[in-house]
T-cell receptor, first 115, second 114 residues
Framework: DAGVIQSPRHEVTEMGQEVTLRCKPISGHDYLFWYRQTMMRGLELLIYFNNNVPIDDSGMPEDRFSAKMPNASFSTLKIQPSEPRDSAVYFC?????????????FGPGTRLTVT | AQSVTQPDIHITVSEGASLELRCNYSYGATPYLFWYVQSPGQGLQLLLKYFSGDTLVQGIKGFEAEFKRSQSSFNLRKPSVHWSDAAEYFCAVGARSSASKIIFGSGTRLSIRP
């Protein structure tokens, strides 16, 4: 079975541009998480969904960030407008509540550079 | 509030030597505990987890960890490291009352000396 798939793997954009990160969770998983990883702040949970519904977005840094999950197999994280301080690696993870919600499977990440 | 502390930012050990990575947590009750490994350019992979029961848990790649309630610790161990174990290791804690969220430590980078 394929793991969590993220695209693109690398994104370089200029300040002020819109950035969209994509995630395909493991088939059948009902939880999806978005994380951000930086040297300064480590790994931070941004938002998570259960059955496509956002449950907790308290980690989203500001209104420039938004996330959607239109169906069980796809989610997006959008930054508009992007700023240099958004440069980080963004991870998507999914889990199955039956086997253990906390046992999360991570994608390879998207390395975002905003110049 | 729950928190996780990994006091060692970077550790170097010789190949074949034993390894222990420290993790301390702060939480009012028995938490869920995890160790993840992140190889360069990769996502995080679950090494092992503790939910309840036997306080010594075995994981993948020959790793084990021991939950010590009295010391609020969940240290990761391996009797003999291999060069391929060089990576970043993260301890994480989850609250039983909030089953969906886990908090990660700041990580320990492991280097292997040939």
């Amino acid at each position: 079975d394929a793991g969590v798939i993220q695209s693109p793997r690398h994104e370089v954009t200029e300040m002020g541009q819109e950035v969209t990160l994509r995630c395909k969770p493991i088939s059948g998983h009902d939880y999806l998480f978005w994380y951000r990883q930086t040297m300064m702040r480590g790994l931070e949970l941004l938002i998570y969904f259960n059955n496509n519904v956002p449950i907790d977005d308290s980690g989203m840094p500001e209104d420039r960030f938004s996330a959607k999950m239109p169906n069980a197999s796809f989610s997006t994280l959008k930054i508009q407008p992007s700023e240099p301080r958004d440069s980080a690696v963004y991870f998507c993870a999914s889990s199955l509540s039956v086997t253990g919600v906390l046992e999360q499977y991570f994608g390879p990440g998207t390395r975002l550079t905003v110049t | 509030a729950q928190s996780v502390t990994q006091p060692d930012i970077h550790i170097t050990v010789s190949e074949g030597a034993s390894l222990e990575l420290r993790c301390n947590y702060s939480y009012g009750a028995t938490p869920y505990l995890f160790w993840y490994v992140q190889s360069p350019g990769q996502g995080l992979q679950l090494l092992l987890k503790y939910f309840s029961g036997d306080t010594l848990v075995q994981g993948i790649k020959g790793f084990e960890a021991e939950f010590k309630r009295s010391q609020s610790s969940f240290n990761l161990r391996k009797p003999s490291v291999h060069w391929s174990d060089a990576a970043e290791y993260f301890c994480a804690v989850g609250a039983r009352s909030s089953a969906s969220k886990i908090i990660f430590g700041s990580g320990t980078r492991l280097s292997i000396r040939p």
